[in-house]
């Protein structure tokens, strides 16, 4: 029986569970160091009296660092295998972590928060390929979405810290406005270090390869070896079994060959990401406008505020949830086009007013809307079928160009929206930011490649 047959009859093994676990872990640190710094920045922002421009800048570093990291290491992944570039991605969180926590200036601080989103971008495409090609195709959707929940896990563990930090230098410090501008911020990303930390050692104990990876390169010893221990069971890989797949695909072969594959995997993300972080890294920002610009005092603004993120991130979980339990029963395609209309009805509530004002149920309903539909449907499956669409020679580089490209709109949705909010207004912003998600779904719809119940070798031939 080839490996493919074996693997696709296959329980879940202890191996897919630890790598799952693994690659789990790192999205989490993903979630919390992108959404920490949106708790983090109104801190800096006084510390190191940032202009405009700076704060934007620091927003967006992590996110162009991103579009690097995937658009670069995705392809070095199909190059030298995914467990090695595992490794090299959480030593760069720990170096960027801690110099981010230790930052002395605004360019520090800045060129720190890009290494920590060349970590993050080079995450996804790893992350992706690596469950995609380990895991039996029935349980494919639900392990791949699972791991991608703890982005959302990350974010609320980011906004929960962010509120025990700022509660704690009103409590024990006796100028805790001074003591949270100059210190509280270090401490929050201090977290980050902590974790990439645990996560770095962790990765140590289990240093699998994917036995796909090997047979792309033609190497049947390291293949046996990998999948006889994925699948805890002796197992014999031969080139009779499996025949050396195609393994020189250029890059340029996702513009011309599979180029709708790229269309598909990389235009929705684009478009969702645009809102995805123009809103999620200023959603405290967002709330204290909307719903307490009538409070003066700074830490309890700050707090309130990081307090609604908290409440606004529990939504995010719970759609990803809902999207473990229907992405094998409803399908990829339609959940993705569900999602966008959900969170363009998401941002259109946030638009809704009372009198002059927009009260705080309003605002809670409009995230809670957005952020489930988002997780509930593109948040997850754009990252799922970026690994899904692609052959498995060029499938980290397949999912690296769709993710760097996702990445792209990110940078624009925030770097742009400080901008716009004070130039158009909040509610012009939200109105923009839900035309491009009924945008997306029509992209969706019009590229659709669903690959539910599908094996990788049934998509490899589409």
């Known amino acids: 029986m080839k490996f493919e047959e074996k693997l696709e009859n296959s329980d879940l093994t202890r191996s897919m569970w630890i790598l799952w676990i693994l690659s789990a872990g790192l999205i989490a640190l993903d979630g919390f160091d992108f959404f920490i710094i949106g708790v983090a920045l109104p801190f800096i922002e006084k510390d190191f009296e940032l202009t405009p421009a700076e704060i934007g800048a620091v927003a967006v570093a992590a996110i162009i660092g991103s579009l690097v990291g995937s658009l670069t290491l995705g392809a070095i992944t199909d190059k030298i295998g995914r467990q090695k570039m595992l490794l090299v991605d959480v030593i760069i969180f720990l170096i960027s972590s801690m110099g981010t926590a230790l930052a002395w200036s605004a360019f520090s601080l800045i060129f720190f928060r890009f290494l920590v989103g060349v970590a993050i971008g080079a995450d996804y495409p790893i992350s992706v390929a690596y469950i995609t090609e380990n895991v039996p195709s029935r349980f494919r959707g639900r392990m791949i979405i699972g791991a991608f929940t703890f982005q959302a896990v990350g974010a609320a563990l980011g906004a929960i810290t962010g509120i025990v930090v700022i509660k704690s230098c009103v409590l024990f410090s006796a100028n805790p406005l001074e003591t949270a501008i100059k210190y509280g911020w270090r401490i929050m990303l201090g977290f980050g270090l902590i974790m990439a930390i645990v996560i770095y050692f962790l990765r140590l104990q289990f240093l699998l390869e994917s036995p796909r990876y090997f047979i792309t390169k033609g190497d049947y010893t390291a293949a046996s070896i990998a999948a006889s221990e994925l699948l805890e069971m002796e197992i014999e890989i031969t080139p009779e079994d499996e025949p050396l797949q195609e393994d020189n695909i250029t890059w340029s072969a996702l513009f011309s060959r599979y180029w709708r594959q790229t269309v598909f995997a990389s235009v ?14 200023f959603t405290p920002t967002i709330i204290s406008v909307l719903a307490f610009s009538k409070e003066t005092d700074f830490l309890s603004v700050q707090i309130n505020s990081a307090s609604g993120a908290a409440l606004v991130d529990l939504f995010l979980i719970l759609g990803f949830l809902v999207a473990v339990l229907l992405v094998d029963k409803v399908g990829r395609v ?5 999602g966008f ?5 998401g941002l259109t509530i946030l638009t809704l007013k009372e009198g002059n004002n927009t009260s705080l149920t309003t605002v809670l309903v409009g995230f809670f809307v957005f952020n489930f539909s988002m997780n509930a449907g593109p948040n997850s499956t754009t990252f799922l079928l970026s690994g899904e669409v692609f052959p498995t020679a060029i499938r980290a580089t397949g999912a690296g160009v769709a993710a760097a490209f996702a990445k792209l709109g990110a940078v624009l949705g925030t770097y742009l929206l400080p901008i716009l909010r004070v130039e158009i207004g909040v509610n012009r912003v939200l109105y923009i930011l839900a035309i491009s998600c009924v945008l997306a779904a029509v992209v969706t719809y019009v590229f659709r490649i669903e690959t539910t119940g599908k094996s990788l ?3 490899d031939s589409v």
């Open 457 to 459: 070798e049934q998509l």
């Open 334 to 338: 339609k959940l993705q086009i569900a």
């Open 341 to 345: 209309l959900g969170m363009a009805l």
């Open 268 to 281: 929705p993300w684009f478009l969702q990401d645009i809102s995805t972080y123009g809103i999620g890294i």
